[in-house]
């Protein structure tokens, strides 16, 4: 069984599959997507059997593109779950956090975690990506001594940036609710 998801590596919806495999106790390999469109095509023309995406969260509300494919598909819901977002801040494990000169995430985490920021580091860089997930990825690939990524705990471990602070989220009451679903 082939699962998609919305990607890359190291992403919610990552740790959502894995959720969703472990208490189906299901084995499947994962195949990340750059885009929920994408996904609902390649699900639609067979090219896997199941596919995970974000559907909702709690402070930014709906997943367009996800609400949208599932009105314009044949799908059914196999199984939902909702993943706490607690964020986190990583570096390079060779840098510090005195080298920090830049942040990079997706503007909704850097609005997320807006208080610590300011607080912590005043004068930082703020520079919003398309993946949080890409960019941890680049800084232990590039060794970007100078970055620093907030997201996900989950993201830090995959790429094995040294996380210098946890929880840093403006409102720990963030939850974003998942879909497993498959054509019918």
Do not use: W
Not at 17 to 26: A, C, N, P, S
Not at 107 to 117: F, I, K, N, V
Request: net charge negative; with cysteine.
């Amino acid at each position: 069984m082939i699962v998609g998801y919305l990607g890359p590596e190291g992403t919610y919806t990552e740790q959502a599959v894995d959720d969703f495999l472990r208490v189906r106790d299901e084995k499947a390999k994962k195949a990340p997507f750059l885009s929920i469109k994408e996904i609902f095509q390649s699900l639609k023309d067979k090219r896997f059997d199941a596919a995970v995406l974000p559907l909702h969260n709690t402070l930014a509300g709906d997943y367009g593109d996800t609400v949208r494919g599932l009105e314009e598909g044949n799908f059914i819901t196999l199984d939902t779950l909702e993943l706490k977002i607690e964020i986190c801040a990583g570096i390079h494990p060779q840098s510090g956090k005195s080298k920090i000169m830049e942040v990079r995430s997706r503007d909704t985490a850097l609005r997320e975690c807006s208080q610590y920021l300011g607080r912590e580091f005043p004068r930082i860089k703020k520079v919003e990506v398309d993946s949080t997930a890409l960019t941890m990825r680049e800084i232990m690939q590039e060794g970007l001594m100078h970055v620093m990524a907030v997201g996900s705990e989950f993201g830090m471990n995959k790429y094995g940036l040294n996380i210098v602070d946890r929880n840093i989220e403006n409102n720990s009451n963030n939850y974003t609710r998942f879909i497993y679903i498959t054509l019918k």
